[in-house]
């Protein structure tokens, strides 16, 4: 049986000695070089207090969603701190190359990552929306990765904070780019995601759902499409501008304008029909998504 006890990593030191590496070089910032390493570990659960920026090959049985990985050269994956990490034995031996990048939040301290970390979505993606390079994205990554290698590897001064921090922020903006182009070559398929959603939406407002559990959350979405939230929201905003939780209110206002439009509910009871509590907070949701009134709008539409 699986031992799924969490195994906690809180700095550079503790992730070098499971890994079986040498001392790091630097107490808040390690780039490991994945070529021949092997986990002899039996940890199943792993947390990491660090952010770790990934790019792997020879993952040949990896799949995306429902499919199989469009990309064959370059994985990239992102993690922030605080979030659990499984891996699953497949009895079938890895033949990795790539490289980690593990980084301290402390290595990010008074530098301009130290709050603009937090606006790169993908850090909360799951494993399956990782990032896949073509080859002319890979090299760009590889640069850039190797001059953070080379400033790892030189003497320690009062530059090297600076000038690493410089280069990571260059690749974040890259990798933000490049997912950005994910989202196109995938258009088929996240186009069926967004179908997906319109039509558990739907059925969500036609079974009255609202009246026993409220309006659908984010999370509830996500869930229902095996995806991650910030994932979803990328998505979405690609595809047509809104976030997951703008979709839900245009779809809310589009079941209460039709009520409004095609019954002769009163306001009051379409606002509980819909999920509200009270009437007022109906009248100025809907005030505030359509700039008028639920009677302004039913007397101008008829």
């Known amino acids: 049986m699986a031992n799924y006890k969490p195994y906690r990593i809180s700095s550079i030191t503790e992730i070098h000695r499971l890994m079986e590496l040498s001392r790091p070089q630097h107490p808040l910032i390690s780039l490991v070089d994945l070529k021949g390493f092997r986990n002899h570990h039996d940890i199943d659960v792993v947390v990491l207090d660090l952010y770790v920026i990934s790019m792997k090959r020879g993952c040949d049985n990896l799949i995306y969603g429902q499919q199989k990985y469009d990309f064959d050269e370059g994985l990239m994956g992102f993690t922030s701190p605080g979030q659990v990490l499984r891996g699953e034995k497949s009895g079938v031996p890895l033949h990795l190359e790539g490289w980690m990048l593990f980084i301290h939040p402390d290595f990010l301290w008074n530098t301009t990552l130290a709050t603009k970390i937090k606006r790169y979505d993908y850090f909360g993606y799951a494993t399956n929306e990782a990032l ?161 009134s639920p009677l302004e709008f039913r007397h101008a539409f008829n």
Do not use: C, W
Not at 199 to 225: F, K
């Open 132 to 292: 896949f390079l073509s080859d002319k994205e890979e090299l760009v990554i590889d640069d850039i990765v190797r001059n953070i290698r080379n400033e790892y590897h030189s003497n320690i001064d009062k530059f090297s904070q600076n000038i690493i921090i410089s280069h990571l922020e260059t690749l974040l903006n890259y990798a933000e780019r490049f997912y950005q182009r994910q989202f196109i070559t995938r258009k088929v398929t996240n186009h069926q995601i967004f179908s997906k959603a319109e039509e558990i939406l739907t059925d969500y407002l036609n079974n009255e759902a609202l009246l026993s559990q409220g309006l659908p959350s984010v999370q509830y979405m996500a869930d229902r499409l095996n995806v991650s939230t910030k994932y979803l929201s990328s998505l979405l905003k690609q595809l047509v501008g809104q976030t997951t939780q703008q979709l839900i209110h245009e779809k809310l206002i589009d079941k209460a304008k039709e009520k409004l439009s095609t019954t002769e509910f009163s306001v009051s009871e379409i606002a509980y029909q819909l999920g509200f509590e009270h009437s007022q907070s109906f009248n100025k949701f809907f005030k505030q998504k359509t700039r008028q």
